[in-house]
């Protein structure tokens, strides 16, 4: 019998990125026994996206959203609605900037069956100007994890490309709503792992996204302060508010105060920081 895999997205106006991503990504090669549904939120783009895909990729499932549900919120709707249209047995998350190669998904499954079972499989991810430079996948207490041709276990991971299995969702459910954009995804691995489950990232890269530049706008000596904090609080900047919920479920409150106000004194001086 086949198995089964949703494979979730989210995006909003950036139609010829996600394009991209669906062509690559119906070119990798599915390995025998296993099937893709696609599920993709079109979070009210202004640029044709919902219509080019509809009419390149007519299988996939397009689901409408309100204009501000940005990366968690996009991929906790694509999610609910892909679990009440079937019971899948994997499900591929994949941003809409993540471009797959061909062997992406033979890797992922090959490692999820070489590991222990029920075990979330980040995607290593590689940027597209440097292949030897990692640039999203697992973390450790150290920082991001460079595999160097081995399969490791991770303490959490960015939501790029990564393999959840059923099992999981169904003890521990879909991604945090609490947050907008950013932290969803660490968040979700550090749930997992507090669960129980195994986490492991890929021997290789499955593919390649550019690392956002440095520095992000909210620490941009540019920009005013009244500016970079603006930035700052918004859902695409470091939303302060998010982060001290996430330091205080998986550390402690005093955890959470110190790097609030850390992250506050970054955006008045910015200019004392080194590029990670």
């Given amino acids: 019998m086949l198995k089964k895999i949703g494979v979730l997205l989210t995006s909003y106006n950036r139609c010829s990125i996600a394009l991209r991503c669906l062509d690559l990504l119906s ?3 599915v ?4 099937t893709l549904d696609i599920f993709f939120v079109d ?4 640029d044709s996206t919902k219509k080019q895909i509809t009419s390149k990729f007519p299988n996939v499932n397009i689901i409408d959203g309100n204009g501000e549900l940005y990366w968690n919120r996009g991929m906790f709707t694509a999610w609910k609605y892909a679990s009440k249209s079937f019971d899948f047995d994997f499900y591929l998350w994949l941003n809409d900037d993540t471009f797959l190669y061909k062997n992406s998904l033979k890797l992922l499954l090959n490692t999820a069956d070489s590991v222990k079972p029920d075990s979330i499989i980040a995607g290593t991810i590689c940027s597209p100007k440097n292949k030897k430079f990692i640039s999203y996948g697992g973390y450790d207490n150290f920082g991001r994890i460079n595999p160097n041709g081995i399969t490791k276990k991770c303490d959490s991971f960015n939501g790029n490309c990564v ?15 609490y947050f907008n954009h950013s932290f969803g995804d660490i968040e979700y691995g550090l749930r997992a792992k ?16 550019e690392r956002n530049p440095w520095p992000p706008a909210y620490l941009d000596l540019k920009k005013s302060v009244f500016q970079r904090f603006k930035i700052f609080y918004s859902p695409l900047g470091f939303h ?22 850390k992250l506050h004194l970054n ?3 910015p200019f004392i920081l080194k590029k990670p």
């Fill in 27 to 29: 070119d990798a090669d």
């Fill in 31 to 34: 390995p025998n026994g296993y």
């Fill in 43 to 46: 979070d009210a783009s202004s």
């Fill in 163 to 177: 393999l959840v299995p059923k099992k999981i969702f169904k003890t521990i459910g879909n991604l945090d709503y």
């Fill in 194 to 209: 507090k669960a129980g489950f195994n986490l492991y990232i890929t021997c290789n890269p499955v593919g390649e996204c």
């Fill in 240 to 261: 302060p508010k998010e982060s001290f919920y996430l330091n205080r479920k998986y550390k402690s409150i005093l955890y959470a105060l110190l790097i609030s106000i």
């Fill in 267 to 269: 955006v008045l001086f």
